[in-house]
């Protein structure tokens, strides 16, 4: 069982950055696979970016690649993900989750057992 606790979101302008983090409460972050989503308002929640365990990989969603960055500190048992250039499309809940996924499956919320409770991010223009 783990828990976790996600920070870091805010409002911003347009072309400005964030830095969200997502703290594991209960096990070593170590072990799982753990990925963003992101929901906006009226829509589906989508894929962002996803650290597979056991450095299987590091995957983006096309919408955010280049402007995005995730990161895992196991020593503090926190994922980061850095996020630049944001623009008004990037509106919405982002919400950390762990899993024992591999790459295969790593875009997909349903591979992942864990959730963070969500935190609003909002670009203005």
């Known amino acids: 069982q783990v828990q976790l606790v996600e920070s870091g979101g805010g409002l911003v302008q347009a072309g400005g950055s964030l830095r969200l983090s997502c703290a594991a409460i209960g096990r070593a972050f170590i072990t799982y696979s753990v990925g963003w989503f992101r929901q906006a308002p009226g829509k589906e929640r989508e894929f962002v970016a996803t650290?597979?365990?056991?450095?299987?990989?590091?995957f983006y969603a096309d919408s955010v690649k280049g402007r995005f960055t995730i990161s895992r500190d196991n020593s503090k048992n926190t994922v980061y993900l850095q996020m630049n250039n944001l623009q008004p499309e990037d509106t919405a809940v982002y919400s950390c989750?762990?899993?024992?996924?591999?790459?295969?499956?790593?875009?997909?919320?349903?591979?992942?057992?864990?959730w963070g409770q969500g935190t609003q991010v909002t670009v203005s223009s």
């Open positions: 650290t597979i365990r056991w450095n299987g990989g590091i």
């Open positions: 989750a762990a899993g024992p996924t591999g790459s295969t499956t790593g875009r997909s919320p349903n591979a992942y057992a864990y």
